[in-house]
């Protein structure tokens, strides 16, 4: 298998990276809806069942967000050992994202740097897509952000919209405030402001739970670009509020780790590699600070199964992968699921 994906990737790859992209979704679905991957990737071969947050995950590797925005790939990707998918961003109106191009691959660092934009079909679109997921027995992550004509004094309005929309179908939502493609999105990562969001949305997930008589965690994600204080501070507020969970991390502003590259001032966020160990770093100071509290879902750069080990060494309790996907395809994902399947606790 692994050959047949450096095949497809050396096809992929020259095309533009956003092109790429979609042919390759369009593919898997395919793919899926021929009894192709059912063959390929039998779903017994992937259990390592561990429970978090409420919620039993097949094993502890899930695709982060930004792979599968609309949701319409969910049973595709569960096919290639994912115990759970995170679809999104998705935002309360359909929005076209940033202008392209807008995704732009660092081979020699298997890096990518993004600016899309949070382009996505809506919330209401999104919920249908996942309703139509079938074959999928694992966990289903709804990662919810604002649009960018949203001022940030609204910006709780469009979470609450989508929170409650994607709580019939999700089974854990996750709150993006960290994107550093929508203008203003990471103010709210301020102590205030994220106390004030997180307060609201708590009060919405109690009355949605009494009304669908089941309870979705909910879950901030946060950027690799924070200090010492500002964990602290998060932390605390994390803690007050009765944050479910959280995701660490997201994409970085930072280019010094892949400076000198032709595309390392290309605007957006960087993922892959060069993230690696800061992402490992903002995990291990936030779980210094829960103290086992809060769990944390550890992403950034994980690009082999020693990677996903840090992470959860450091004190994540699942993983996600996304960059290193494209690179290696579901081999990766594989090699993760059992390294950490036979990790010693």
Do not use: W
Request: hydrophobic fraction near 40%; charge should be neutral.
């Amino acid at each position: 298998m692994s050959d047949a994906y450096d095949i497809a990737r050396s096809l992929l790859f020259c095309l533009n990276a956003e092109t790429a992209h979609h042919v390759s979704l369009r593919g898997l679905r395919l793919a899926e809806q021929s009894g192709v991957l059912p063959l390929l990737f039998p779903a017994d071969e992937f259990m390592s069942p561990v429970e978090v947050m409420g919620l039993r995950f097949p094993n502890r590797v899930g695709l982060a967000a930004g792979l599968d925005k609309e949701g319409n790939t969910i049973d595709a990707l569960g096919r290639l050992g994912f115990g759970f998918v995170e679809i999104g961003t998705i935002t309360p109106r359909p929005q076209a994202g940033n202008p392209k191009p807008r995704l732009f691959r660092l081979i020699e660092h298997e890096a990518i740097i993004n600016r899309m934009g949070f382009n996505n079909p809506g919330i209401t679109a999104g919920v249908e897509n996942v309703r139509r997921s079938k074959h999928f027995q694992g966990v289903i992550g709804f990662n919810i952000g604002k649009n960018k004509d949203t001022p940030n004094e609204n910006a709780a309005d469009d979470y609450l919209t989508c929170l409650k929309a994607a709580y019939p179908v999700a089974d854990y939502i996750a709150v993006n405030l960290s994107s550093p493609n929508t203008p203003g999105l990471r103010d709210l990562q301020g102590e205030e402001a994220s106390a004030r969001l997180l307060e609201r949305l708590k009060k919405e997930q109690a009355a949605l739970e009494k009304e669908h008589g089941k309870r979705v965690p909910l879950l901030f994600k946060v950027a690799p670009d924070l200090d010492p204080p500002h964990v602290t501070a998060l932390a605390k507020v994390f803690l007050d509020g009765g944050l479910d969970g959280l995701i660490a991390t997201n994409t970085t502003l930072d280019r010094a780790p892949v400076a000198g590259h032709p595309r390392a001032n290309e605007a957006g966020g960087l993922s892959g590699k060069p993230v690696t160990q800061r992402s490992t770093e903002i995990i291990r100071a936030f779980a210094t600070e829960f103290g086992g509290k809060v769990p944390i879902i550890g992403v950034g750069g994980i690009s082999s199964a020693e990677d996903a080990v840090d992470k959860i060494r450091a004190g994540a309790s699942l993983v996600q992968i996304y960059s290193a996907f494209i690179y290696q395809g579901p081999r990766l994902v594989r090699e993760c699921v059992r390294a950490l399947d036979t990790l010693d606790l």
